[in-house]
Nanobody, 126 residues
Framework: QVQLVESGGGLVQAGGSLSVSCTASGGTFNNRRMGWFRQAPGKECEFVAGISWRSGFVYYEDSVKGRFIISRDSAKNAASLQMNSLKPEDTAVYYC???????????????????WGQGTQVTVSS
């Protein structure tokens, strides 16, 4: 059973940077599409960024393009989301998620992911 654990959330001022990480245990990470989602208070959980397992293809939600960078470290069985130029509207609980092995399901859909972390809070003050 794959388990995902996020870390690295916290409080940052607007314009600052923060990195959140996701480490997998109980199975390999390297053959799975990975995604980051977020949920702000009173809002639906939304897709933020995704990365493929085969080619390293990445995809971002429009509001974070040019500011966020998703990456993966196969040796560490981990994925990260580097967040720059943060805005108050980026405040949310951030979740990492993993698809089934070798899956190429739609990155942006929550139903494409089989495993989810517990989430880490990111708060951006104005």
């Amino acid at each position: 059973q794959v388990q995902l654990v996020e870390s690295g959330g916290g409080l940052v001022q607007a314009g600052g940077s923060l990195s959140v990480s996701c480490t997998a245990s109980g199975g390999t990470f390297n053959n799975r599409r990975m995604g980051w989602f977020r949920q702000a208070p009173g809002k639906e959980c939304e897709f933020v960024a995704g990365i493929s397992w085969r080619s390293g293809f990445v995809y971002y939600e429009d509001s974070v393009k040019g500011r966020f960078i998703i990456s993966r470290d196969s040796a560490k069985n981990a994925a990260s989301l580097q967040m720059n130029s943060l805005k108050p509207e980026d405040t949310a609980v951030y979740y990492c998620a993993a698809q089934a092995p070798y899956s190429e399901a739609t990155m942006t859909s929550r139903s494409s992911y089989d495993y989810w972390g517990q989430g880490t809070q990111v708060t951006v003050s104005s």
